[in-house]
């Protein structure tokens, strides 16, 4: 029989291991309870045999700690035994916490099966050393050890995982106490268990008892290592597991952006075409509608590149943002606003009473753009259309729907504008004469089908012809000759109008040429150009290459130009206009009084002429306000210098008028309609032979039975 004694510093040691066991186990089973993957159970199976190691390390050293005088021999066949219940019971402990989230049963069961590996491991580590192992109060010491042990890793466990991921000092401090609990349970079971034992060792091992303490010491350097190792990767890996938590949170909120921009427009918010399609497919995918309807009302903003170019893109946009506010403001919450794209918009109304509230919805915003907006201290006057299909008379399918109420609104578009119309299926018709028209129109320049007729302005003083107008006809094969008002759109919009304006200018210089050479015409032939050509990167050299093709002498030639061609872009207009001055060529406002009529600009751009338009010509003899409109024309011409031109004069009494309101020139039925250049250049002829003037060349031409 022996006395047992042990060494302060061997007991610190073992101190030291419990500590760094009791974090380690915490923080590995924090990192088991966020694992849910295959390459989880990997970490779980390596965290069970650090902490495995570590455990069957404290019960090594706290052996060793024992020393026997004259006795040296511990037994060799009860390392792997401990080693294995010990990794077994932390794979339990961690198993339990990775296998669910982190509540009460999880928690328990992890301490409980903690608890028991402990208490077995150690009972395993002490019945397996040379002797035998005599307990004074046997199985309710070991319980008492149990229980310590279990209350301390129940508490710490609960700490550790109810407090995961939180970084305050406070929850830092907290999960240290119940850190060194766990500590203090294991060393209190085995000193607890030392205490209560004697050890008789009767086997000797004289390579083992040689060195206890260098013995103790490798093998507590050796696990300290091993659970340092474990308490860095679990430290490594809750900073990496944050980092990826925190990309994949950047990574969704960058998903969720850009899923959102997918469906909506980035400059209003509203949802755009896509997202609105899918709304409407939606609605009519509803099988239970129990007699609803669907209108969609697609309505846009006239003459909003003229705005864009006057003004600059930045107040176009910030209008688009006013249009998308205001029309907001009208609509119930249920209904559905969405920007198409450029100043397009469309509204979606999903109700019993949809055809009647597409009508409300309409007028709501037609009455709401009537106030203008004011921008950079201007006021800007805004004008919509709008085009309405119902589902399902106008339509069964989401894009019949909106190509019917596209079409509803070019439609009203071709009226003038400022309206609402609702679809109708003879609208259908029209758009087939359309395609066909402009069909026929890509076929017509090369086949040569267009044709120039000619129209003399009049001097009101003399009588004679001051300027000849070269007009554009379209000699269709099928519908006969066409007006400029029922293709120029079409032209437009085809992009035929640039090669088919330049055929006009040259065709008109190269006719007023061939006169000059042979009738002796001095007077200037006027060619129309659209707002298309006149803005064409190209129109000076156009302009300059017809003439010297022609041989016609520049200042035999007149650009006419209406007010919105000039306004679209004032500034790069002023600049056209002065290099045309430059070569000699005049200019002239066709249709004056229906645009701007604005003053400054005529201070501003090199002009000529001013046409009246024909709309304040018709009722000049009976109406006292057409009268006083052409009266303040003439005013505003002479106080800058410029001639004027009454078109549309039809009868006498309105030559009577415009001459004594006294207009520079007239044209107009009264003298005659427009004439092709054969018929045109016999008047010529007529009137440089026996007549005097270009009314009675044309009555000499029909008493010789022509047909103008």
């Not at 596209?406 to 609702?422: C, S």
């Not at 032939?525 to 290459?545: D, E, G, K, Y």
């Not at 210098?641 to 006498?652: D, M, P």
Request: aromatic share 6%.
């Amino acid at each position: 029989m022996f006395e047992l004694t042990t060494e302060a510093w061997t007991l610190a040691l073992a101190g030291c291991l419990g500590l760094l066991l009791s974090g380690a186990t915490m923080a590995l089973a924090v990192q088991s309870s966020l694992a849910r993957s295959r390459g989880g159970l990997c970490i779980l199976l390596l965290s069970s045999l650090a902490l495995g190691f570590g455990l069957w390390t404290l019960n090594f050293v706290q052996v060793l700690a024992l020393r026997m005088p004259g006795q040296s021999s511990l037994g060799m066949s009860w390392p792997a035994l401990t080693f294995a219940i010990a990794a077994s019971s932390q794979a339990c402990a961690l198993l339990f916490i990775a296998c669910r989230e982190p509540d009460t049963a999880g928690i328990t069961g992890g301490a409980f099966a903690l608890a028991v590996g402990v208490e077995a491991t150690h009972c395993a580590a002490f019945d397996e050393l040379p002797g035998e192992l005599i307990m004074r109060e046997g199985l309710p010491w070991v319980g008492g050890s149990f229980l310590l042990l279990f209350i301390a890793f129940l508490a710490a466990f609960g700490v550790w995982l109810k407090l995961r991921g939180d970084r305050s000092w406070r929850a830092r401090g907290a999960r240290a106490l119940t850190a060194f609990a766990g500590a203090a349970g294991l060393i209190g079971a085995n000193a607890h268990t030392l205490a209560q034992s004697r050890l008789l060792f009767s086997a000797c091992c004289q390579d083992l008892a040689s060195t206890p303490g260098l013995q103790m010491i490798t093998v507590a350097a050796l696990g300290c290592a091993v659970l340092a190792i474990a308490q860095v990767i679990a430290i490594c890996s809750d900073a990496v597991r944050e980092r990826a938590g925190r990309n994949a949170r950047e990574i969704e909120e960058v998903h969720a952006r850009l899923q959102y921009l997918a469906a909506h427009d980035s400059l209003t918010g509203l949802p755009n075409r896509q997202r609105f399609k899918d709304r409407l497919v939606k609605s009519i995918a509803d099988t239970e509608r129990h007699g609803r309807a669907i209108a969609i009302a697609v309505f846009d903003l006239d003459h909003f590149s003229a705005i864009n170019h006057s003004l600059g893109h930045g107040v176009g946009d910030w209008l688009l943002t006013e249009v998308a506010r205001r029309v907001t403001a009208l609509i119930s919450n249920s209904t559905t606003l969405a920007r198409m794209d450029g100043d397009q918009f469309a509204v979606l109304i999903d109700n019993v009473a949809a055809r009647l509230e597409a009508q409300s919805v309409a007028t709501a915003i037609l009455t709401a753009f009537e106030e203008p907006v004011r921008v950079n201290g201007m006021e800007v006057s805004l004008r919509s259309t709008i085009g309405v299909s119902v589902w399902p008379d106008d339509g069964r399918r989401c894009d019949e729907l909106l190509d019917h109420a596209e079409l509803a609104m070019a439609i009203a578009k071709d009226r003038g504008g400022g309206q609402a119309l609702f679809f109708r299926p003879a609208m259908t018709h029209s758009l087939q004469e359309r395609v066909a028209l402009e069909n026929d129109l890509r076929r017509a320049l090369a086949a040569e089908e267009f044709e120039l007729y000619y129209q003399p302005e009049i001097s009101a003083k003399t009588g004679k012809i001051a300027a000849v107008e070269a007009l554009l006809r379209w000699r269709h094969p099928t519908k006969g000759l066409l007006a400029p008002s029922s293709f120029i759109t079409f032209a437009e919009d085809t992009g035929l109008m640039i090669p088919l304006g330049e055929w006009v200018l040259r065709e008109a210089c190269r006719q007023a040429r061939a006169w000059q050479l042979e009738l002796g015409c001095t007077f200037p032939m006027a060619v129309n150009l659209s707002a298309t050509q006149f803005r064409h990167q190209n129109i000076l050299p156009m302009i300059h290459s017809a003439l010297n093709d022609a041989g016609l002498d520049a200042r035999a030639l007149e650009i006419e130009l209406t007010e919105s061609a000039l306004m679209t872009d004032p500034e790069e207009s002023a600049g056209v206009l002065k290099q045309l001055r430059k070569m000699g060529i005049s200019v002239a406002i066709d249709d004056f009084g229906t645009g701007y009529s604005s003053l400054s600009y005529l201070r501003r751009f090199p002009i000529d002429k001013l046409k009246i338009d024909r709309s304040f010509i018709r009722d000049l003899t009976i109406s006292r306000t057409d009268e006083s409109i052409v009266r303040a024309i003439v005013s505003l011409a002479r106080s800058v210098g410029l001639k004027v031109v009454a078109e549309g004069i039809e009868s006498a009494e309105q030559l009577e008028f415009v001459t004594r309101l006294e207009c520079d020139q007239w044209q107009g039925y009264h003298c005659c309609a427009p004439q092709p250049a054969a018929r045109f250049e016999a008047m010529l002829e007529d009137r440089n032979g026996t007549r005097t003037g270009i009314v009675a060349a044309l009555a000499a031409l029909v008493a010789r039975g022509v047909d103008s």
